[in-house]
């Protein structure tokens, strides 16, 4: 027997569980003061999903995807790329997002089913959440190539679940990134579940990441709950894209600490027991942990910060509730660059039925 | 002016728009090195580069996803699905993200994008080569489906695609890709889109038709004219939108209308000019609106295609029995 090829996966992980380094920590990691940004991400995604959550529950929003338990996911890779990067999101990216510069009301307005949501001040080349699955793993390969064709020292970022692993699009967008070598990284926030589908009933590779192989680049797994091994492994992916390296898959490995969606109840189908013993690995209070033992954090700044991400996210969630809704016209007049004729005639009716509603509504 | 064919003017265009246009690409399997299995990009590659021209790994889905996010970056990717039985697992990219991006963002971000697919039957092809599913894409919101029928208005037709700012899925009829040939003026001007053409005037019937049907539509029109009946030919050319204000005129004075199509007959677009008419038109028919169209069967394999595509006596037969409505 000859063996024509063979392939190892690396697995890296910086803090343990307890926040106790397990090896020397990457430049940006050594000075635990340089580390409290990713804290403070982190508890702002937790605090704005809870208070999504609770809007969910009160009727002010929509279904509603918390990350709750992959913050580190979230915080690592978007602190890991550079503001001129473009992020494609699949719909638990919150955290990244933030970081990305997309406002916490832009998120709440299109999770409260509000087109205008997607619409970023911030990161204007960043694409809207993706809610069909892995679909827009071959748009990362597209802006990939645009910034390749263009020359540019920019690479895209694209954040899939470990179910979309399983679609042929995600297969098809990664081979074309290994064959042109195209600048992008491909995130697997492996939450362990899709849905109701656990992660050994979604593929029988040993891990995700090795699915970059056949693709011909490579994949490493990181511990996803530990978001310095996450940023050091997407900045280092990134820094290889933008410099003509080719593509990476990045596996963060993580728990979905929450139900699928709001919508989702995940007793049906998983124990709470397991649940529970996954909240002692969980990437705040690793983090936290850390800074702690470094003397780096204290009670007091703890209280702090949790009040200060509280009002941040309550004066988003104002600004959001406080946001009109949009006229009923406008569903028609972002549809193409002009609106074709046999459309303006629709738009019209609509016009007059509102019209005609708001009348009732006056008498 | 030399007379050239349907294909020839669709590389024609092509290049015309990579000259002009440095954002405008193309992509697709086979279309680089080959030139495409129809020869519609045969030269670009030499004359564009490896740049400008991509030969893709095979994945349909791939193509359009790809094209959206290249579109969304500024690019004007043409891209070709060598046949559209094969655009099936693309049509999720149309759908879900090629005709929603600029209204999902509000106009953050665009898709200047246009899928190029051969469609139709009547070339003797395998199977899978020869459906007409235009409809589907009919149906799909904030995209056009174009569909020229010459060589001229494929070469003014698909330069419009290319320079619309929004997704354009442009069906070439490929049983008129090698005939007829007609001159083609190479002047870069583009033909309207949302618009249809009216091919031949008259006043006893209108007969609306697009894609290869139209030559089958003019040749029936012929043979009426010598029977004394003067039917009014439009070539819908832009199925979305629909211009149906051409086709409602041109009912007024006739009174009568036969469309033809070469889809199945259910659920065709034939279907949506004739409730059109029914909800508009109604009180200038004379007669009931008639579908001349396939069948609603699996397009047969070559040895029976043409029993199954409208044939210029299908038309006519369809006519008469109209024109027995007083």
């Known amino acids: 027997m000859t063996e024509i090829a063979s392939f190892a996966i690396e697995y890296r992980r910086f803090l343990d569980p307890d926040g106790q380094a397990v090896q020397p920590l990457p430049a940006f990691a050594q000075d635990p003061a340089d580390l409290i940004p990713l804290y403070r991400a982190m508890v702002l995604t937790r605090s704005f999903d809870a208070k999504a959550v609770a809007l969910q529950r009160t009727g002010r929003l929509g279904t509603f995807a918390s990350s709750l338990g992959q913050e580190a996911v979230m915080a690592g890779t978007g602190a890991a790329m550079r503001p001129e990067d473009v992020l494609l999101p699949s719909f638990r990216e919150q955290g990244a997002q933030f970081l990305r510069g997309a406002a916490m009301t832009d998120l709440l307005l299109y999770w409260g089913g509000d087109e205008r949501g997607s619409d970023f001040a911030g990161p204007r080349e960043d694409f809207p959440i993706c809610v069909p699955v892995g679909t827009h793993a071959a748009h990362a390969a597209g802006v990939a190539l645009a910034f390749q064709l263009r020359g540019e020292a920019r690479a895209a970022v694209c954040v899939l679940g470990d179910g979309a692993t399983s679609k042929g699009e995600v297969y098809e967008a990664m081979n074309l990134a290994g064959v042109w070598r195209l600048p992008v990284v491909f995130v697997v926030n492996n939450n362990q579940w899709a849905i109701s589908v656990p992660r050994e009933r979604q593929t029988a590779a040993q891990t995700l990441a090795q699915k970059a192989i056949a693709a011909g680049f490579g994949g490493v797994q990181v511990d996803g709950n530990d978001v310095i091994a996450v940023r050091d492994a997407v900045e280092r992916a990134l820094e290889q894209a933008r410099s003509g390296g080719g593509p990476t898959l990045v596996e963060a490995v993580t728990y979905r600490l929450s139900d699928h969606t709001t919508v989702d109840d995940a007793s049906r189908y998983r124990d709470d027991a397991e649940v529970s013993a996954r909240w002692k690995d969980e990437p705040i209070l690793r983090l936290r942990r850390h800074l ?72 | 002016m030399a007379e050239i064919a349907l294909v020839e003017a669709v590389q024609l265009a092509l290049a015309r728009a990579m000259e002009e ?306």
């Open chain 1, 292 to 363: 702690t033992d470094a003397g780096a954090w204290s009670k007091e700044d703890e209280e702090r910060l949790i009040a200060e991400c509280g009002e941040e996210v309550e004066a988003a969630a104002e600004a959001y509730l406080a946001t009109p809704v949009q006229p009923v016209e406008s569903m028609f007049d972002w549809l193409y660059a002009e609106l074709p004729g046999d459309l303006a005639e629709q738009r019209a009716g609509l016009v007059a039925e509102a019209g005609l509603a708001g009348g009732e509504n006056d008498g």
């Open chain 2, 21 to 326: 246009d440095e954002t405008v690409l193309v992509l697709g399997e086979d279309v680089g090195v080959n030139g495409g299995v129809f020869r519609a990009t045969d030269g670009l590659l030499a004359r564009f580069g490896d740049k400008r021209v991509f030969d893709t790994p095979l994945a349909e889905a791939l193509l359009a996803g790809i094209s959206v996010g290249l579109g969304a970056q500024g690019f004007r990717p043409v891209t070709e699905f060598q046949f559209m039985g094969f655009f099936y697992p693309a049509i999720d990219q149309v759908a879900n993200h090629a005709g929603r991006l600029r209204n999902r963002t509000r106009g953050r971000l665009t898709c200047p994008i246009v899928l190029r697919a051969p469609f139709g039957g009547g070339i003797h092809a395998p199977e899978h080569h020869s459906e007409s599913f235009e409809a589907m894409f009919a149906h799909i919101p904030g995209i056009r489906v174009v569909i020229p029928s010459s060589p001229a208005r494929a070469y003014g037709l698909l330069l419009a695609a290319i320079r619309d700012p929004d997704p354009v899925v442009f069906l070439e009829p490929k049983r008129v890709y090698r005939a007829p040939k007609e001159e083609v003026a190479d002047d870069g001007t583009a033909a309207p889109l949302d618009c249809c053409f009216t091919l031949r005037e008259g006043n006893d019937i209108t007969l609306v038709t697009w894609g290869a049907m139209v030559q089958e539509t003019l040749a029936a029109a012929e043979t009426l004219s010598g029977q004394g009946v003067e039917a009014e030919v439009i070539d819908v050319a832009t199925l979305k939108p629909l211009d149906m204000a051409t086709i409602l005129t041109s009912v007024e004075h006739t009174g009568r209308c036969v469309i033809i199509h070469e889809a199945p007959l259910s659920g065709g677009f034939g279907g949506e000019i004739a409730a059109r008419l029914a909800d508009r038109g109604l009180v200038s028919l004379t007669a009931p609106v008639k579908r001349v169209a396939g069948f609603d069967t699996v397009m047969p394999l070559p040895r029976l295609e043409e029993h199954y595509m409208p044939s210029a006596r299908r038309i006519l037969a369809a006519v008469r029995e109209i024109l027995e409505y007083a």
